[in-house]
């Protein structure tokens, strides 16, 4: 397809343990962004990928969020001992420029920890 | 940081009706963008705004870049069912890949 994809679309994941959700952005796209957000608020920013480096990791909010993206293509992000407080829909967005270009979001990964 | 403020939280309207949201920061931006998010998919850009006082519209859609550059508001005109939505506004900052900071949002519910 030509958009962003994610998968899994769902994940339930007992307190403690580990997940990984996977981003394919729009082939060529330079810019990787993956943002979180909780019900009913608006998508905060977790990190960025300028191709295969992350310049920016200021919005993760611990240690144990983990993002790679090694190739500068597909992208995951490792979610290590999740907590009830993770449980937010995980998206994922593109652009083809490193400024200025509009993101092209995907459907996002819902993440529930029970 | 940045903090963008969206009102109103939510509404509901009756079909044909027109319907206003607005956004305002507390610092001066240099882009306004609204997207509209539907359930269980990722927001899709609708208007981008990039001058102080710039007026755009994209079909039934108005957004305009207030002058101070704190603020900026979107206009949908006879509204329709599909229109039924969450509203954000986004500003698109200078660093980091252009990374986006979003409002709360303003969920819509149009009535038939």
């Known amino acids: 397809g030509a958009g962003v994809s994610q998968s899994p679309r769902y994940k339930v994941a007992k307190r403690g343990q580990d997940v990984a959700l996977r981003c394919d952005p729009i082939?060529?796209?330079?810019?990787l962004f993956w943002y979180q957000q909780a019900l009913g608020q608006g998508p905060e920013f977790l990190t960025y990928?300028?191709?295969?480096?992350?310049?920016?990791k200021s919005g993760l909010p611990s240690d144990r969020f983990f993002a790679e993206r090694p190739e500068g293509s597909v992208s995951t992000l490792k979610i290590q001992r999740t907590q009830q407080e993770d449980s937010a829909v995980y998206l994922c967005a593109s652009s083809l420029q490193t400024l200025g270009s509009p993101l092209h979001f995907g459907n996002g990964t819902r993440l529930t920890v029970t | 940081g940045q903090q963008l403020n969206q009102s109103p939280q939510s509404m509901f309207i009756q079909e044909g009706e027109d319907v206003s949201m607005n956004c305002t920061s507390s610092?001066?931006?240099?882009?306004w963008l609204w997207y509209k998010q539907d359930p269980g998919e990722g927001p899709v850009l609708l208007i981008a705004l990039y001058k102080a006082g710039e007026l755009t519209s994209n079909g039934r859609l108005t957004a305009q870049f207030g002058i101070t550059r704190k603020d900026s508001f979107l206009n949908i005109s006879a509204s329709i069912p599909s229109d039924v939505g969450i509203y954000f506004c986004?500003?698109?900052?200078?660093?980091?890949?252009?990374?986006?900071?979003f409002g709360e949002g303003t969920q819509l519910t149009v009535n038939p």
């Open positions: 082939s060529g796209h330079v810019s």
């Open positions: 986004a500003e698109q900052g200078e660093t980091s890949g252009s990374r986006l900071t």
């Open positions: 610092s001066i931006f240099n882009t």
């Open positions: 990928f300028q191709n295969e480096a992350q310049l920016d």
